[in-house]
Each structure stands twice: as C-alpha cells, then as structure tokens.
C-alpha cells in the first residue's frame, strides 16, 4: 500500500494541476505540489484531514450530500465536465476552481481523486486566514486580522499579493484603480506574463528573501493604460520561514511625477530668467553662503559661478566683500531688503578695475513665511554715470557757450561803439572848423583815423575767427627774415606805445622762416598791443628773438598786470579773457591769442605763455627755422597779402 501511494505520489507531482487524493471518509490522504501550492499547505499538514475544509462553507453541502459526494454522483450528467467552485487557500484567499472528481474501489479501499484546475477571472478576496487544521478549530477571526484588511484596503497605495508562480493572488482596490484594470483581472495574472524584466527582476529578488523597488511606467493588460508608478517590494514568509510569495506596495507617482514636471518647468524658466537678466543676481542661504550666481555676478567678482558656491562673500571676494556681507546680514537681520545701495568697487577694496555698482538685497521667503535666505541684485552703473556725467559736462559747456555768447555780444557791441563816439565828435570839430573857415588840425584827423583803425582792426579779427573756424583762413607762406618782420612790427607801433619803452633784442644772424609775413606781422602785433594793454603802469616791453636748434624764439615779456594761473590754459580759446581784465579797463573781444595761436600752428610752430599775476607775463613763440636758409635778407621786403 506504502509503496503504491508512493508510485501515487510521484505520478501527482508530476501533474501540473493540483490533485487532492482522499480517501473513503473524504480524508485528505495526499496532494500533490501543485496542490501544494496552490492551496498554500503542505501534505503533511493537510494529511488525515476533511477535504471540505479546503473550500469555503457554502460548499461543504449539496442537499444532504458532502460537495464530493455530489460531484461523484452527477458524473454521469456532467459527463467529465468540471464544475467551478472556489477552494480556500490556507491564508484565507479564495480562488476559483474547476473541480473534477474521480472514485476508485469501493467501501474502506474507495479512493477519491479531485482535479483542481485554477480559474483567474474572479475577484478573490481575502478571508479571514484558516487555522492550521491541525489545531483542529474553525477558522477564527483575530482583532489583528481585521486590523489588518483595513489597513490593506484603505491604504493609499496599492496592495497585491502574489506567490512563488508567481500569481496574483490578492489585491485591493486602490491597485485597481491605479492600474486601470479590474480587480478580477489583476488577480490570477502571472507576474510572468507582464513581460517587464525590471519588474521581474523585482519580483525574483522577493522570492529569493529581499526587497526590491521598482520604478518605471506599469502598461494595463487590458487598456494598456501607462501608469508611472513606484512599487516595492518585499518577501512573504510562511510559518515555516520559508518564502511563499511577496507582496508589491504600488505607489501611482503620476501626480508627483506631474509636479516634478511642472517644478523643472518653472525651475527651467527661472534659471533662464536668472541667466540672461541684465543684472547681476545671486542667492545665499541664512549663513549667508552663495548657493547661486549668475554669470553678470560672477563677472563683476571676478571669479566662475562655481567658485562661488558654498562660500561666503568675505572669501569669495576678501576685504571687499565685507560691504556686501554688512548689506546681507542686516536683511538676515531685519527682515526687511535694502534697496540700491551705491558702492565704488575701489573705495571698498573690491578687486578688479574700478566700477560703480548699486546694490539690492531682499529677504527670500518660503510660502509659509521662513527665511530662506538673500536675494542679490547688483547692477554695474559705471557706463551710466559716466554717461551722466558727460551729459552734465556737455550741458554746463553749453551753458558756458552761451553766457560765453552773450557776453560776447554786449562785449562786441561795447568795442565797436567806443570809437565811434569819439571818431564822430572829432569829425564834428573837423566840420565845424571847416565851416568857419579856421584851420584844420591835422592831430585830430590823426585821431580819428586811430579809431577808424581801432574798428577796423576789431572787425577783421572778427573776420578771422569766423575763417579759422569755418577752416578758411588762408596762409600764403615764404621765405620770411623773422629779425626784419619783429623790428618792421615794432617801428610800425611807435605811434602807440604811448609811456611804455619797446626794447628788442635780436641775434647778429638773420632769422629766417617759412611764413605767411603778413600773418606772422599780425601775431607779432597782437602779443606787443597786449603787453602794452595790459601793463597800465608803462615799462619796459621786452621783445627777444633768439635761435635755438631748428627754432626761431621770440617772447614778449611785459611787466603789467598778469594772468592767473587757472587761466592760462584757456587764453588761446576763442571769445576768452581772464577775469582780471574788465571791460571798463580792458577793451577786447578775446579773438587776438585764439587768432594767433591758429596762425602759429598751422606754421608747425609753438604758442605759451608764462605769467605770474601782478608781475606781469611772458609770450612765448616758437616756429622751425627755415634750414639751408640764405644768409643775406632778400633783396626786397616779403610781398604783402591782403586778407
Ligand atoms: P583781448 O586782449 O582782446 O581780450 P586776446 O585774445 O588778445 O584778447 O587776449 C585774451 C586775454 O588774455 C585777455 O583778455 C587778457 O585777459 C589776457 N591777456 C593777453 N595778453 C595779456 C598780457 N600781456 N598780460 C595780461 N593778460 C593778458
């Protein structure tokens, strides 16, 4: 018999469905693997008792017949066909079955077969757990138990269970939900049959003892449906220790996926906003370390983004980040920003080439409120201010181009009145003598012919400003004796030097240059007539003409009134005239240095002048001789151009 149930035995195993053999009193004498695992019990534990206890109690009776007995009786009229029935499996899951049974023998020697065949499109639900039969007692509810379902079945993620086929055994509702697929589809699926080898490779590692985690996009058999879901995993233990399965904790990371989206959408946005800003920006962390810079930040620091992170201003940029870090840290502070904060890269020790920087910092804040840190914003004003400070310069000049103007007109209008004045009395006396027959005297005609002069002489300077600045002023120059011209100029100014001595002093040897004379005649003039000018107390007019190298030297020194320093730069500009010269006490329009000055260097010469004020000032000229010049003067005077 032994050896019979042994050859028995062999054959079950070898079955792929499970099969429960009993015998007469429907006493479970063998089952085979599959049953085995099916049922989730071992032979050993199942031996001797009642099958009915491996299905659930509506089962047990058929009328007044056991379900066996039943099933045995209407052979005939199922003619082989299986009957569905659900079988309970030891931790309380029902399964759907097809049943067939089978008899041999009769009385004490009758052996019943029952064929299980497992039907996955139910919804298995689980039941309380049996008891070991061998304790003998019903099932029993334990608190734990229920405890434990309603921790399965309201949990927020999806729950399956599975044994070592690995079969779908089990599965609450959220997994359904999660998975797109009924419950009565989930279960009884093979794990196998999903075709996902990361899943598999979870579900391997269960059965071997471990957990594992899964992470991908789960496809619903059915409406394939794609899911982005995170599942773990982790073994199932029978009483015996031994693996039995595992259970999936399934996690629809859909939504969290959606808002890790939408967070690097906006992160995107914003590190691309914080990239090409036209400001400097940068962020620190309430110990006030940069965690983010931008490339304008890190220009003006003078170090790459990433040597910034992590580090404080004090170390990123030494002495001239303590500025910066006193800025942050009353905004760490207060809690309240610190707007466009003016710093001078130099003033504060800031390496790198001076600039001028306006600074902001605000407080950043999470949405409930705490301290995340300071958000800088630094702009380089240095374009800017030297904009605005060269719009303030052309402005005042064109203030001063103005005044300068309208003193000019008032001034013009005075000078060319003063001759007239007395030019017309002179001609009234003139008539009236005439009239009366007296005698004319020729020094009052000499006088009135100084003031026609006089204008005349302003006229054409006004004439020759306006050439040179229309760049008309023509020069027509020659071999020129610059010893002759001085002393032809000064001979000329006899008639004027009124109680001034006019001393010259001049070298043995010729001086030649190549010049215009005539122009040359009215800059030596101009620089004499202002000596005599402006020394109101008389003295000595002191003209030198010397050679030095290639250069003709000619100064005029006169020990009048002086210039002030300031000034001296700006007597050769147009319309200029110092401020120690009054209309009242000086006549002039400002023209003669500015029309000299033109001349002589566009002769590639030199115009300066030394002065001290109340001790009078020294003209100085100086033009390129003439090389290879002739040693004896030209036989005639230079010819003369009228202008
Ligand atoms: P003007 O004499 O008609 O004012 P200039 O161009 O010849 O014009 O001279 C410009 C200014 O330079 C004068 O107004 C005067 O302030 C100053 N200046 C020129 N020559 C002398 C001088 N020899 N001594 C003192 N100041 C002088």
Redesign the pocket.
Known sequence: MAAANEELSAWLDAAVDPWIACDSHEHVYLINRAAERLLGWTREQLQGHPVAELFPQQFHHQGDQSLVRYLLSRRQALGGRPTKVLARRRDGVEVLVELTVGTSGEGEDERIVLSLRRLHEVIDTIREPMEPPRDGGEARRTSGDDLYRLVVENAPLGIFHYDTTPIITACNERLATIVGTPKRVVVGLNLMSLRDEQLMACVRETLSGHSADYVGDYAAVTSHKVTPVHIRFAPCYNDAGQVEGGVGLVEDVSERRRAERQRDENLALLITLFETAPVALGFLDTNLRYVRVNGRLARINGLPPEAHLGRTPYEVLGEGGSAAAAMLKQVLDTGEPVVGQEVDTQAVGHPGPRRLLTGSCYPVRAPDGHLLGVGVLVEDITQRRLAEEERERLYREAREAIRVRDDFLSIASHELKTPLTPLSLRLATLERRLERGESVDPTTLRHARQHILRMTGLIN?LLDASRIEAGRLALHPQATRLDSLVEHVLQAMEAQRGGHELRYERPEHDVQVFADPYRLEQVVT??V???L???PDGGVIHVKLETRGELALLS?K?P????PED?QKL??ERY??????STRS???????????RDIVERHGGRIW?E?RVGE??T?HVALPLLTGAPSHPPASQPERHVH
């Open positions: 300077d101009n620089l007539e202002n000596a000018k402006y020394s005029v006169d009048g009134i002086g210039i000034q007597l050769f200029f005239r110092a401020r120690n010269v000086y006549g002039g329009l400002g023209l003669g240095l500015y029309i000299s002048v002065s009078g000032s003209f």
